[in-house]
């Protein structure tokens, strides 16, 4: 993605009246995300060691910051990408029934990252993951939980208002789902991105289900790590896949803007059938590999919601750095300086 200057910027708060912003979207949005999913607030790491399979590796092809340890003869540790199966192996930690589940502060360095409007090389975001019985493992119930979030983001986004009347509202009432496959034979013409952007524009927020299986074109919509989210086993609608994102309109930038991505994790056996298909089964013998395939983990749900970009959204904002603390190129403080976007 290019970096995007909007025809007519306007800024809604100058930046020391952002900063207030900032905090109180925070505090106001895991305070209804918690009291919404059931979840308790646990002190995450911000690296772990590299042999031990708890760091995301993403789409497989981004390097993750690493540095030796001294103390540990060496050995590597690595600035995790995000939580995704950490979480899951302190719900076990802490024998969190089902029904209930932790929430953290995530915090990230992406260094192969595009840096643009939405994109940094500082990531932030609220890790969340919830114990569920193996009933619970269907469409039905990761629809119920997006409905959820998004209802926890409806209400910030109101809060928004209550403190900002000139930053009206956006969101619509309700969410609406989509599989990535139906996306695909409506438009098949276009790439992923360029769907996404269709969707997002006519009905304002979706939830975008199937992220990671090959679809009908031999192509996956996107990229998607074969160890945490489930996106091969079949669901209720006939397509493949028990994860997605929250993908919303964004009306500054005129595109659309991913908020969450988050699913229903694997199981033993669709953790076996992702690692097949990818062709990297030598994982199982890392250490959160084989507990999960021991069956030693519970079944649960969980996700990731970037703090920066729904402040961005919220505060309708043109560039995530105008809600964060990052380094950008010169020429793109230059560019954003010259449209009245004021990067921290």
Same mark, same amino acid.
């Given at each position: &993605? ?21 905090? &109180? ?13 059931? %979840? ?19 789409? =497989? ?19 995790? $990408? ?8 302190? %719900? &076990? ?11 953290? *502060? !995530? ?58 009347? $000139?930053?009206?509202?956006? %969101?619509?009432?309700? +969410? ?19 769907? @996404?952007? &269709? ?21 996956? $919509? ?13 669901? *209720? ?24 991505? !988050? ?18 089964? *030598? ?18 749900? =969980?996700? =990731? +919601? ?13 560039? +995530? ?12 403080? @230059?560019?954003?300086?010259?449209? =009245?976007?004021?990067? !921290?």
């Amino acid at each position: &993605m290019a970096l995007i200057i909007p025809r007519k910027y306007n800024q809604k708060l100058l930046p020391e009246t952002t900063e207030v912003a900032i905090k &109180m979207i925070k505090d106001t949005f895991q305070r209804n995300l918690s009291e919404s999913l059931g %979840l308790r607030r646990v002190t995450a790491p911000l690296f772990v060691l590299a042999d031990t399979g708890f760091n995301d590796d993403l789409n =497989g092809t981004e390097r993750a910051v690493a540095f030796p340890v001294k103390a540990l003869g060496d050995q590597k540790a690595e600035v995790v $990408h995000s939580l995704a199966k950490w979480k899951r192996y302190k %719900l &076990m930690a802490y024998d969190i029934a089902p029904g209930y589940g932790l929430y953290t *502060d !995530m915090n990230a360095i992406r260094a192969d990252e595009d840096l643009d409007n939405l994109h940094s090389l500082y990531v932030d975001q609220w890790d969340w993951e919830k114990t569920i019985e193996e009933k619970d493992r269907n469409l039905p119930y990761l629809k119920a939980t997006v409905e959820k979030i998004y209802e926890a983001i409806r209400s910030t986004e109101r809060h928004v208002f209550a403190c900002f009347p $000139h930053i009206t509202p956006r %969101l619509p009432e309700k +969410i609406t789902f989509i599989h990535t496959e139906e996306l695909l034979k409506r438009y098949p013409d276009l790439d992923s991105s360029q769907r @996404e952007t &269709m969707a997002a524009k006519e009905y304002g927020a979706i939830f975008l289900i199937g992220i990671g299986a090959r679809l009908s074109n031999g192509k996956p $919509h996107d990229g998607r790590a074969p160890d945490y989210d489930d996106w091969i086993t079949p669901n *209720d609608d006939g397509y493949k896949g028990l994860n997605g994102d929250i993908i919303v309109w964004d009306s500054v930038l005129e595109r659309s803007i991913e908020l969450s991505s !988050m699913g229903i994790r694997v199981s033993p056996e669709s953790l076996r059938s992702q690692l097949e298909e990818r062709g990297c089964l *030598d994982r199982a013998d890392l250490d959160f590999h084989r507990r999960l395939l021991a069956g030693e983990l519970p079944y649960s749900v =969980g996700g =990731g +919601i970037g703090q920066s970009r729904l402040c961005m959204f919220l505060l309708q904002k043109a560039h +995530i750095g105008e809600v964060q603390a990052s380094i950008w190129p010169p020429e793109q403080i @230059e560019r954003c300086r010259a449209a =009245g976007i004021t990067l !921290m």
